[in-house]
T-cell receptor, first 112, second 115 residues
Framework: GDSVTQMEGPVTLSEEAFLTINCTYT??????LFWYVQYPGEGLQLLLK?????DKGSNKGFEATYRKETTSFHLEKGSVQVSDSAVYFC???????????FGKGTTLSVSS | GAVVSQHPSWVICKSGTSVKIECRSL??????MFWYRQFPKQSLMLMAT?????????EQGVEKDKFLINHASLTLSTLTVTSAHPEDSSFYIC???????????FGQGTRLTVV
């Protein structure tokens, strides 16, 4: 079945450092890809998404490009802030109305 | 994006009692809602799919009689943890897809602690 693999954390960075969180997927079709963020004690918020190959999702300085050839959707940010400290989940959807399949999550900790 | 409201945000209950968690779609109609469980420092595991007007579909290994799901209307799905035990302590999150969008919109989550 479909699956999502993302890099193990925790990732610890200093403020203004460059961030990359790797995510690869396995799917039989052409899934939509997402990054969700979870702040401590809260639910999940959609950070960005891409619905087809070569699409780039972006939001709040974060970016991820849907790479079909490498089945990847790596999350990047050029300059992280302390407020970016959270758990980041990569996920895929096989279509509208279907449950998301999540990676295990990567904890990001940014210090000033 | 669409709004999903989940209540309560946290609850502490005694072993053997039941707890009901509500999940409401505030600005869209949801014929389907998903219930996830999240263990500490782990990912979200799909427990069941809630279908309006019909029985829920449970994932393998999830006890139907322990985790009762009711989807009585297009805006409300409930999860009842029956005869709760300490091992049921977890973070439960509901989500609803909206129309033709592929992304899901999540409730705030419920932290259940069984003592």
């Amino acid at each position: 079945g479909d699956s999502v693999t993302q890099m193990e954390g925790p990732v610890t960075l200093s403020e203004e450092a460059f961030l990359t969180i790797n995510c690869t997927y396995t799917a039989t079709g052409y899934p939509s890809l997402f990054w969700y963020v979870q702040y401590p004690g809260e639910g999940l918020q959609l950070l960005l998404k891409a619905t087809k190959a070569d699409d780039k999702g972006s939001n709040k300085g974060f970016e991820a490009t849907y790479r079909k050839e490498t089945t990847s959707f790596h999350l990047e940010k050029g300059s992280v802030q302390v407020s970016d400290s959270a758990v980041y989940f990569c996920a895929l959807s096989d279509g509208a109305g279907t449950a998301l399949i999540f990676g295990k999550g990567t904890t990001l900790s940014v210090s000033s | 994006g669409a709004v999903v409201s989940q209540h309560p945000s946290w609850v502490i209950c005694k072993s053997g009692t039941s707890v009901k968690i509500e999940c409401r779609s505030l600005d869209f109609q949801a014929t389907t809602m998903f219930w996830y469980r999240q263990f500490p420092k782990q990912s979200l595991m799909l427990m069941a799919t809630s279908n309006e007007g019909s029985k829920a579909t449970y994932e393998q290994g999830v006890e139907k009689d322990k985790f009762l799901i009711n989807h009585a209307s297009l805006t409300l799905s409930t999860l009842t943890v029956t005869s709760a035990h300490p091992e049921d302590s977890s973070f439960y999150i509901c989500s609803g897809p909206e129309g033709k969008n592929t992304e899901a919109f999540f409730g705030q989550g419920t932290r259940l602690t069984v003592v």
